[in-house]
């Protein structure tokens, strides 16, 4: 039988036994070990690890922590080193679809449950404990369907994550999916960022150079758009310019009070990553059922509601609060994208 069959048995027995009340190992007085692994240097993923961290000891749990480099080669070699240390579960963002696939095959030959943030693939999840991300395109296609209401028409261009992991390119389609309610506006580029401000910036120089009467850039994350909004301030196109955005950085944030990003879909890596690890826990302790995808809770935000965005870099009453949340419930199998 499958290792995550087994897991899936295991924990359909458990739960038809529970009183329904979220379980930890702490029960029983085993301590887990979890590998969390990020694949770059981006403050998203460092902040999801953070959260991680902190929430751990209240699930019965400590984190070890990996840096893949944006290397698939480096990310296998932090997996095969998370297993011969015998963890009791993997936590992580793939540097890529084609590098989590090769990941998961490690974590199954070696029955370790592992838990995929971001990088959803419907053929991987009967092999891993869950994956999570938010709904790819409709919180890309909520940035459009806000600008549509906002801009009467003009040139838009979008400026992309790093491709390759499927969220980067899902942001794009659903913006454009949500853009397409007004057809006086135009995309005319698309070019990426890579997550990266200071590639950001020089892409974002130049846009507008190739296209001085541009009125609104798409930016896939704050940190992006931090470097795209400086490109602007140095061009004198701020004003002309609409910046719109996702994810809720804390510097994202002030942009936003500040009338610099007009628009943002949020979302918190730490509260992404405690209810990950919540979320394997309960697999690894057999009281939840492996195999499913999650949605992340996500909050759109201008700078009238800029203060209802969950933080990213809680202090220890806001893990406490995350961890007090309702856990998320599985996507439907007949909903799964």
């Known amino acids: 039988m499958h290792f995550l069959s087994l ?58 922590t990996y840096f893949s480099n944006n290397s698939q080669s480096q990310e296998l070699a932090n997996v095969e ?10 936590l992580m963002y793939a540097v890529s679809l084609s590098a989590e696939s090769a990941d998961v095959a490690k974590a199954n030959a070696a029955h370790v449950p592992i838990f995929l943030l971001y990088g959803y693939d419907k053929s991987l999840v009967s092999k891993v404990a869950g994956f ?9 296609k909520a940035v459009g369907t806000w600008l549509t209401k906002h801009l009467t028409e003009g040139k ?10 499927g969220d980067a390119e899902a942001y794009a ?11 006086q506006l135009t995309v005319v580029a698309q070019v990426p960022g890579d997550w990266n401000r200071q590639k950001a910036q020089h892409a974002a120089q130049d846009l507008i150079t190739g296209h001085p009467d541009l009125k609104a850039l798409y930016v896939e ?8 909004i400086l490109a602007l301030k140095r061009a004198g196109k701020l004003s002309q310019v609409m910046v719109v955005s996702c994810n809720g950085a804390p510097y994202g ?40 995808l999650y949605y992340s809770l996500t909050v759109f935000v201008t700078k009238e509601n800029v203060k209802d ?3 990213w870099v809680p202090d220890q009453s806001g893990i406490e609060k995350f961890l007090s949340l309702p856990l998320l419930q599985p996507v439907a199998d007949s909903d799964l994208p």
């Not at 085993?30 to 959260?51: E, S």
């Not at 080193?81 to 993997?90: F, L, P, R």
């Not at 009338?259 to 990950?276: D, F, K, R, W, Y």
């Open 132 to 140: 999570e991300q938010v709904n790819l395109i409709e919180y890309g």
């Open 309 to 311: 965005a969950n933080p």
């Open 221 to 228: 994350n704050e940190d992006m758009a931090i470097g795209a």
């Open 173 to 183: 389609e659903g913006f454009k999916t949500g853009l397409a309610n007004n057809p």
């Open 253 to 292: 944030l002030e942009a936003i009070a500040n009338g610099e990003i007009q628009a943002s879909n949020t979302c918190s890596p730490a509260l992404e990553a405690v209810m990950g690890l919540r979320i394997l826990t309960g697999v690894i302790g057999h009281t939840t059922e492996p195999g499913h």
């Open 81 to 90: 080193d998370a297993i011969s240390k015998k963890v009791d579960g993997i």
């Open 7 to 64: 897991l899936l048995a295991s924990s359909l027995a458990a739960s038809s036994a529970s009183s329904g009340a979220e379980a930890t190992p702490a029960a029983s007085g085993k301590t887990l070990t979890i590998a969390f692994m990020r694949p770059g240097p981006d403050p998203y993923y460092q902040d999801g690890q953070n959260g991680a961290v902190m929430a751990a000891p209240s699930l019965g749990a400590k984190v070890v």
């Open 156 to 165: 838009v261009a979008i400026i992309t994550g790093l491709l390759g992991r």
